[in-house]
């Protein structure tokens, strides 16, 4: 893990001499031509738009018609925006939403599985099936679920004397929001489990015994070991898990569409909008860097996470 | 108590109510985390009017494969769907493992002038998110013609996954010990022939890794195939459900999603059950999205 991220050139650590005798065997032109066609993809389909996007937000940019340069009017007008300015508001609170969820059960989860019980293999193997299968097709299936007086959930909670059954999930920006982020909790936390576990398994065992031997018990030894020791994989799994969120669009387009109105309308879902429905490219691509510049931020911190953690 | 209770392997002391949690627990858990899946398997071999009536005794054991008898004649083209994913997932795996190999054999082994831009640029390149440049993405595919083409699918897919596929495969080979590839030169053995034969055995599982992820990621992946894609000869599995949902096709018949949503899942669950080995050494290489 430690070694992921260093730089490349780190990987070969020969004397000179021997580096002359090795260019031999390993030609820099060699070495160019296996990475270029990856670097050559990388930078058609990832980089090359990153450069475009930045000159169609200068722009007007309709689906069809004349490209008229905008200056900074799309950028400008993102302040008047309400409907960007709310998805950015839904996004937030959504994210704000499942983030210690995920966390508290994908810990929960780790505490189950870490130690080499019975059984532990078949259990860490069950809780991250459903991040397996992906949130695409737990959409599709939670749709059929939250139907009123037909769907499980429903069914369930009716069972228990909680509703009557009828409840209409999807119609109901409240009720909508909650369905999805408990179907994303459920989904993603075997990703923080699997992380946090790796981690816990890492501990020195003599940590534990000594302080056993101090008559710590098992919450202080928790809170007082094993969280400390893991706060560079609690933070990392906390970051991994809010860009998901920030990117939420997938769970929200089949389950809602973002609906009713725009109530449960994310930002990917709102700039997805506006590009492919009003067809406003030059608009949505402002909004688009305004993502880019979050999400980057957001991952340069968890890549400095990982890097630290060598 | 002290002299009653061991130690677990984590160096924890090992309690009878420890036990009894965990029992209670594991079992708790492993419901809350398998029957929803089950359940999912259990609607698709309903009816599509049952799955959406109120639960009658006298109908709902009724179990049926016409779900999936529809897939292949019914409405949407769900197989003709499946297969569009299985060869852009297919691809998308082969192109991905491929190109990371190459790459990250060179950034591994290669000292050459441009190593620490290229490498700065795959790492620069994993900040930025394809869901945030969908709209140029689109416009220049479009120019491309790689719209409405799974050849673009698969290119799209193959970016998406390549950053990850190079840091696992640099690592694969910078594990590996340079003499091999010194006795291999000597013998006069070409870069090519050392990769695919002497080196094979020893990056395998990085490549299985790689493969895997790439698979799983093209298979499943949802918001590029639905922007790109507007043929509906082209629709992957869940573009095609999505308008079966949306009632492009009449009637949403819900049996047939529930036999879509149980096709799309087995090759996840097959694969990650038979390759969990290979799954989290990608894990613990750091590279996964949420």
Redesign the interface.
Known sequence: ?S???S???A??TDAAPA?RA??L???????????A???A??????????A??LG?SFTN?PLIGEVEFAGLTNYVNIGNDLGFLRAVGYTLLYTAIVTLPILVLGYA?AV?V????R??T??R??????F??????LS??A???A?P??G?VN?VLAALGLTDGSTAWLVDGRLATVLISVLVI?G?S??TM??LM?G??A???????SA?LDGAS?WQ?EWRITIPMLRRTIA?SLV??????L?A??QF??LTSGGPGSATTTV?LH??KR??VQLQ?GS??AL??V??VV??LV??LQ?RL?RGEE | MSSTSSRNDTGRRETRTKRVLYAVGGTGAFGVFTVPLAWGLFRSVQPGEVIVAAPDPATFFDLTAENFVALVTGPGNLIRAVGNSLVVALCTAALTTVLATAAGYGFARFRFRAAPVAFALVVASMMVPFQAILTPLYLQMNLMRLTDSLLGLVLFNTTVNLPFGVLVMRNAFSSVPGELEDSAHIDGASTFRIVTSVLRPLILPGAATVALYAFLAAWTEFLGALTFLTDRDLYTLPVAMVNLQQGTYGDINFGYIAAGSVIAMIPCVVLYVALQRFYVAGLASGAVKG
């Open positions: 893990m070694a992921v991220l730089a490349p050139a990987a070969p580096r090795r260019s065997t390993h030609p820099p032109r060699t070495g160019l031509l296996l990475v066609p990856a670097l993809m990388i930078a058609v389909f990832a980089l090359a738009p990153l475009f996007a169609i940019w989860l189950l870490r130690t080499r019980r059984g532990a078949l259990l193997t069950v809780f991250f099936l459903p397996v299968v992906g949130l695409t097709t599709f299936i749709l059929l679920e139907q007086g037909s499980a069914l459920w993603v075997g990703l699997l992380l790796s816990m398994q501990i020195p065992r003599e940590v534990y015994e056993d098992w030894q990392m991994i898990s809010v860009i998901g969120s990117l669009f997938t387009y089949i990917v700039i997805y590009a492919f490219l949505a691509t688009s860097i993502l880019v999400v980057a991952t340069a890549l990982l």
